[in-house]
């Protein structure tokens, strides 16, 4: 049988750009070929580019572009349209953005089926890949169903034409640990001897999960490719290398306990007129302590960080902060202490000034006259950046000066809202290794808020798991690791994709 996809020195470039440079690779029927990479490293362009949306201003070249067989070099925008969903179903990392907004689920799904006049009803294809209630949800639109619903309608939409190639671009990145298990196994579901799966990911854990062979690509150039297991157990490149060494996250060597306690909560509760979103949730966080808060998407913890760091007033407990009294007081008697608590979220630029330089954005954290040059070294970053504006900078940048800022108080403790979420596993790496220098170098506590337990194993001490605004369990992380003794911490730990390196 030939091959499904055959490409040739494939060129991609946006005007003096080169995106993609000379790369060459087949898919196969019956397999499942990953693309893996960082931001910007030509992945998606080169899945886009097989079923002509390579983007506005797009120059493409190659030698030899081939799907089912057939030339696709000189196709026009007819034929692209006949391949999309005919040959090649895409499933979007934003299941949001791709459904439309003014049409229901099974309106979509239906336009798929009356184009590629395929006899089969959106009710069924919901009820194929496990939407529950298939007909209501057919009858809603996007914004009405969860992520993980929306994921599946969308590869519902893809399947409709039963197209012989799916093309998966970061498909589960902005999703739960637990939602993210079941559209990984709905996508291994897709496979048959005929048809095949080529998976965009930056995530190794879940390429060595679903994928018989890997191409690395970086900077537009596949640098490395071959079987998966052999490919992560003996990688040549030291680009692979580096990627399989940052996905491999061990614990770190435990610090010794300081003593005190920074931060204290009790029977903290929050409500939105009739709904409550918090319920008697207790924590303590000692001097030097990184704490980790885990749970899924709505289980309450960024509401516990908003009313930890007074964002928010609680409904009812309260909150100690340096043996001050924290929650629901005017905001000048937290003042004095203000500057001893900083917050990094999960997207700084929003919480930088637009006008601002770098230099003037942890300038205004530090005494007058002092320089944030030495920040900016501390955290990775040099002179070079210091006039630059923050949308100048990458992911992993902005993240390091939002860390520069928040050190420059001195402060006694840092709340993390999903700082490394957004980020390659790379950068990822450096942060971390950043925040536990600070940790140990500072004697800084750190509550550390994620739905990642990766990397909540590497660098807490101590875990707290929410689900439905309740802390469900707590303890020792390794303890909770090895011995979870609630069924939700089961669920989550059982979730978590590995990387499986063994040969």
């Known amino acids: 049988m030939s091959a499904l996809v055959t490409v040739e020195d494939l060129h991609v470039s946006f005007g003096d750009v080169h995106a993609v440079r000379g790369i060459s690779f087949t898919v196969e029927?019956?397999?499942?070929?990953?693309?893996?990479?960082?931001?910007?490293?030509?992945?998606?362009?080169?899945?886009?580019?097989?079923?002509?949306?390579?983007?506005?201003?797009?120059?493409?070249?190659?030698?030899?572009?081939?799907?089912?067989?057939?030339?696709?070099?000189?196709?026009?925008e007819r034929?692209?349209?006949?391949?999309?969903?005919?040959?090649?179903?895409?499933?979007?990392?934003?299941?949001l953005g791709s459904l439309d907004p003014l049409r229901t689920i099974g309106a979509e799904i239906g336009e798929v089926l009356r184009v590629h006049r395929k006899r089969d009803t959106p009710e069924r294809l919901l009820a194929e890949v496990h939407v529950p209630e298939p007909e209501r949800r057919a009858r809603q639109y996007p914004h009405q169903l969860s992520g993980g619903l929306r994921q599946r309608a969308l590869i519902a939409s893809a399947i409709a034409a039963r197209p012989p190639l799916l093309i998966a671009d970061e498909p589960t990145t902005a999703l739960d640990v637990t939602v993210q298990a079941q559209i990984l196994e709905l996508l291994a579901e897709r496979r048959s001897p005929e048809t095949a799966l080529l998976l965009i990911s930056h995530d190794l854990a879940v390429v060595s999960r679903l994928a018989d062979r890997v191409l690395v690509m970086k900077d537009g150039e596949i640098v490395e490719s071959g079987p998966t297991r052999e490919l992560l157990a003996g990688a040549r490149h030291p680009y692979t290398k580096k990627l399989v060494a940052a996905a491999t996250l061990t614990r770190r060597s435990p610090v010794e306990p300081r003593e005190g306690v920074v931060l204290r909560a009790e029977g903290l509760s929050k409500a939105y007129g009739k709904q409550t979103v918090v319920e008697d949730v207790g924590l303590t966080i000692g001097r030097g302590e990184i704490v980790g808060l885990v749970g899924e998407s709505g289980s309450g913890k960024t509401t516990v960080a908003q009313l930890l760091f007074g964002l928010a007033e609680p409904t009812a407990g309260t909150v100690t902060f340096e043996d001050q009294p924290w929650s629901n007081v005017r905001e000048r008697k937290r003042r004095p202490l203000r500057r001893h608590l900083q917050l990094i979220s999960q997207d700084p630029l929003a919480s930088f000034d637009p006008r601002w330089t770098v230099r003037r954005v942890v300038a205004e954290a530090l005494p007058p006259g002092e320089s944030p040059l030495p920040l900016l070294e501390r955290v990775g970053l040099g002179a070079r950046i210091l006039d630059r504006y923050?949308?100048?900078?990458?992911?992993?940048?902005?993240?390091?000066?939002?860390?520069?800022?928040?050190?420059?108080?001195?402060?006694?403790?840092?709340?993390?809202?999903?700082?490394?979420s957004a980020l390659d596993v790379s950068v990822q790496a450096q942060v971390l290794d950043l925040l536990a220098g600070i940790r140990e170098a500072d004697g800084t506590a750190l509550l550390f808020i994620s739905h990642d337990l990766g990397v909540v194993h590497h660098l807490a001490d101590r875990l707290l798991v929410m689900r439905g605004g309740r802390v469900v369990e707590q303890g020792p992380v390794g303890e909770v690791f090895a011995r979870p003794a609630h069924d939700y911490t089961r669920a989550l730990l059982a979730a978590v994709p590995t990387l499986e390196v063994s040969s």
């Open 79 to 95: 034929d692209w349209r006949t391949v999309r969903g005919g040959f090649a179903g895409l499933v979007l990392q934003d299941a």
């Open 390 to 420: 923050p949308r100048q900078l990458s992911g992993g940048q902005r993240q390091r000066v939002a860390i520069a800022r928040a050190l420059a108080p001195r402060p006694s403790l840092i709340i993390c809202d999903e700082p490394v």
């Open 29 to 76: 029927p019956g397999e499942c070929v990953a693309i893996v990479g960082e931001s910007g490293s030509g992945k998606s362009v080169t899945a886009r580019t097989l079923v002509g949306l390579a983007g506005p201003g797009a120059q493409v070249r190659t030698a030899r572009l081939e799907l089912a067989g057939r030339d696709a070099r000189r196709h026009s």
